[in-house]
């Protein structure tokens, strides 16, 4: 399996497509310096009330000192659903090329196992999903202290607290990942991928949205929506830690659910 991902590594760094998404993501990480330091802000979408008085309190109290290298990441950290969507280059860049330029075969012909296959392109997406979100932060903070400095001594636990929060955070995003790897192998197709995979993100909260209008109970079901739930533990220190085990439960249910279901139907499938 180590021999596919660094072959596979060597062949996306080959590529422009990751290039490309990286300098994408720095742009959108110096959107987000700039609207910040302008005042206006660049917070998550928020679906209910709540979250979104909660997103907007966490804001100001970010904003507060002023935008520099240590106020920036907890900013990111509230539109981190924006960073979900970055997501889906690089599960085309890591899993959908293969079925698109027909190596899949080649690979399964040599003796690579389907399940060895499958695994090898969901580790390799989580690796450089990690390492995007780290140049994603990372990259900001520089914007930001060039913008504001580094800013004043920050309180005792401040990055510990922000680690907690990005390490949560990672857990539901690494679920997204694997259910754009299962998307991947179970469509083999990339509009088809991009379709699906946006329609996941969004659908669901704007589902419960319009029939909230109705019942208000509905609401409810934001805490089992994986999007809101990445949003939702951006006000970690603040949760309960029944709060927290059910969002993270979530994001759990979705990585085991979607590897196992895509696993099976990817070995049964039909490569043409």
């Not at 062949?11 to 110096?30: C, E, H, P, W």
């Not at 399940?115 to 690796?127: A, E, H, M, N, P």
Request: proline content about 3%.
């Amino acid at each position: 399996m180590l021999k596919l991902i660094c072959a596979d590594i060597y062949r996306i760094l080959r590529g422009k497509g990751i290039y490309i998404t990286f300098a994408v993501l720095l742009a959108m990480g110096a959107l987000v310096v700039f609207a910040s330091q302008a005042g206006g802000g660049v917070g998550g979408v928020s679906f209910t009330p709540e979250s979104a008085a909660e997103a907007v309190d966490a804001f100001r109290e970010a904003i507060e000192p002023g935008i520099n290298a240590a106020t920036i990441p907890g900013i990111l950290a509230i539109s981190m659903e924006n960073f979900s969507f970055f997501l889906l280059p690089i599960i085309i860049i890591v899993a959908g090329t293969i079925f698109s330029n027909g190596t899949v075969k080649n690979d399964i012909s040599w003796g690579t196992s389907r399940t060895k296959l499958y695994f090898s392109k969901l580790i390799l997406g989580v690796l450089l999903s990690i390492v995007m979100l780290i140049f994603y932060v990372g990259s900001s903070m520089i914007m930001a202290a060039i913008v504001g400095g580094f800013g004043s001594p920050v309180p005792d636990g401040h990055w510990i607290g922000l680690l907690q929060i990005y390490s949560a955070q990672l857990v539901l995003l690494i679920a997204l990942v694997s259910i754009g790897v299962f998307l991947a192998f179970t469509t083999k197709r990339t509009a088809a991928v991009n379709g699906a995979y946006i329609a996941f993100c969004l659908v669901p909260p704007l589902l419960i949205s319009l029939l909230a209008i109705a019942n208000e109970n509905i609401v409810r079901l934001f805490e089992y929506d994986l999007l809101s739930n990445i949003m939702g533990l951006a006000n970690l220190p603040s949760m309960g830690t029944a709060e927290i085990l059910r969002a993270l439960s979530v994001g759990v249910f979705w990585l085991v659910v979607s590897t196992v279901a895509g696993v099976a139907l990817f070995k049964r499938a039909e490569l043409k």
